[in-house]
């Protein structure tokens, strides 16, 4: 406790009792705690842009947005591990999640994007806002924990996964996230020019797990920001191409149609 004086921490037990938890008229439960850098409209209207199809199956979620989440500081941790590695004992309990309730350089090299917690009959997910460049990264980093919870809860729909399977037997080139893309390949990996590809059941699927999870949350972050998708771009694989994405987005917005005042749209940019 004094160490969490010291370094101006609390945990998120608390945070979640002392934040005002609010419920969005789509029905997701969140909480701003801190100086988290983002006006409570705009936070408001990022999370009403969750479809109310979808925050139905997330009622025992809330969503907490903190400046900066970690796991308790330690510094004594690692030199106890190193000196007496060779000591087996019992396992130790998981170290609490802590919350800084303003932003601070060296706090933030411990911090991560998000924490999940056990609260009670909830689950809470904090999310830390200073980690977070932008608008549209914190967008995406909400409407990404959303998307997984989505499916950890309902699925995915045959409809897409049909869609989606399709693409890949297709070989479309690239993907939405690096899960998505390592899953996809471990999934139908390349055969013998005389005999079929054998099918990886258990990566399928993850793959079309991780696909509809990407689908949910980039289409939730279509409703939020208005960007350009060459800003999802990363380095370690290529981003799915526009059109089978396009085929991806509308069938999840058919299956989760958009909340009253947000639009949904995909408009391409003709090449000089």
């Known amino acids: 406790m004094a160490q969490s004086v010291q370094t101006g921490l609390v945990q998120a037990t608390q945070v979640a009792q002392e934040a005002l938890l609010q419920q969005s008229p789509n029905g997701i439960h969140y909480a701003a705690y801190g100086d988290t850098n983002i006006t409570p409209i705009d936070l408001a209207r990022m999370v009403q842009a969750v479809p109310t199809t979808i925050a139905a199956a997330l009622n025992r979620k809330a969503y907490f947005f903190v400046p900066l989440a970690m796991t308790a500081l ?3 941790s690692k030199a106890e591990t190193e000196t007496k590695a060779e000591i087996k004992s019992e396992a130790k309990p998981a ?3 802590m919350i800084a309730a303003a932003y601070n350089p060296e706090l933030a090299e411990n911090a991560i994007c998000h924490r999940n917690v056990a609260l009670g009959e909830r689950e809470g997910v904090f999310i830390s806002t200073r980690l977070l460049s932008d608008r549209f990264a914190l967008a995406f980093e909400f409407f990404i924990n959303i998307g997984h919870a989505f499916v950890d809860a309902v699925g995915v729909p045959s409809f897409f996964t049909d869609l989606v399977w399709a693409q890949a037997v297709a070989d479309v080139r690239g993907e939405t996230s690096q899960d998505a893309w ?11 020019i005389d005999a079929k ?5 258990k990566a399928k699927s993850e793959y079309l797990e991780s696909a509809f999870s990407d689908a949910v949350a980039i289409y939730q972050l279509s409703l939020s920001v208005d960007f350009d998708y060459s800003e999802l771009r990363e380095r370690e694989y290529p981003l799915l191409a526009p059109q089978p994405l396009a085929e991806r987005l509308r069938l ?5 149609p958009p909340n009253s005042t947000y639009e949904f749209a995909i408009r391409y940019r003709r090449r000089a």
């Not at 999840?252 to 989760?256: C, D, E, S």
């Open 182 to 192: 390592e899953s996809r390949a471990l999934a139908l990996p390349k055969a013998s």
């Open 95 to 97: 170290e609490p999640t």
């Open 74 to 76: 330690n510094p004594e």
């Open 252 to 256: 999840v917005a058919k299956l989760f």
């Open 197 to 201: 590809p054998r099918i990886d059941e």
